[in-house]
């Protein structure tokens, strides 16, 4: 299987995320993980300049995944997309222009700042058979409102336990991350309670409403209906998952 993970603004290949979750894929399986550097575009101090070479950056990773399925003869359907921030969005952007046969697209905190729900590179449900979105810093660095089949805010998605006071709320935008790379080699896991609504969640309740879900994960949800609003409780540092 062949597992992209994609920066945010100012990221690069250095980037933590990169490295954590590649190393958690690894401890798991026989995997291909592909660190997409788009550090020459996203290191630059005006976020507006960064938030616009989304879909150009989508679009490059869109030939890379034609190339490797050219080149290879890997089934699309063995490709997830891991973004975080910016390159949420960018993960969506290419599995659009895969006409959604890829098996997963998954973002993590989808950046907030100037996307709305019209734009037309914003992650969205479509842009795989599966899209998963995470939310820890949802209404500040991070955008609020749904964006895959399901969407996980943990603990309520808009702050986080141990960042304390979290000015900018990057501590929190980034938990998203290390939150997912726990989730691929966990044996806890991140069962999260399915909600009735996002406004109940954003009011900070949630009233149990269908079978609860476990949030990333190797294998992803994929092909197993999972849709909603979901919210789930974590420690407030590593290791994070409660089951």
């Known amino acids: 299987p062949t597992r992209f993970t994609i920066h945010g603004w100012n990221g690069d290949g250095t980037s933590g995320l990169h490295s ?19 550090g020459a575009g996203a290191q630059t101090i005006n976020y507006i300049t960064a ?7 989508g679009d490059i990773m ?6 490797l399925v050219s080149a290879t003869g890997i089934s699309r359907n063995s490709i997830n ?7 949420a969005h960018a993960a969506g952007v290419a599995g659009r222009m895969q006409n959604g046969q890829l098996n997963t697209v998954v973002g993590l905190d989808p950046a907030g700042p100037l996307f709305s729900l019209s734009d037309n590179d914003i992650l969205q449900p479509s842009d795989a058979q599966y899209v998963e979105a995470v939310f820890s810093a949802a209404g500040s660095l991070g955008f609020d409102l749904p964006l895959g089949d399901s969407n996980f805010y943990p603990n309520g998605g808009r702050s986080q336990p141990g ?15 290390a939150l997912f790379a726990e989730s691929v080699s966990t044996t806890v896991g991140f069962r999260a309670t399915r909600c ?6 954003v ?21 197993r209906g999972v849709n909603g609003i979901f919210r789930f409780s974590t420690n ?3 290791p994070f998952a409660q089951g």
């Open 62 to 67: 869109s030939r890379m995944v034609d190339t």
């Open 203 to 223: 009011g900070g309740g949630c009233t149990s409403s269908g079978p609860d879900a476990l949030m990333g994960g190797e294998p992803s949800n994929h092909g």
């Open 163 to 177: 960042c304390g006071i979290d000015i900018t709320g990057s501590c929190a935008h980034s938990r998203a991350h």
């Open 20 to 38: 954590n979750i590649r190393e958690n894929y690894f401890t798991v399986g026989d995997f291909n993980v592909i660190n997409v550097d788009w």
């Open 196 to 201: 009735a609504s996002h406004s109940e969640l």
């Open 51 to 57: 938030r616009n070479r989304v879909g150009s950056v």
């Open 81 to 87: 997309l891991v973004g975080h921030s910016l390159g």
């Open 236 to 238: 407030s540092n590593t």
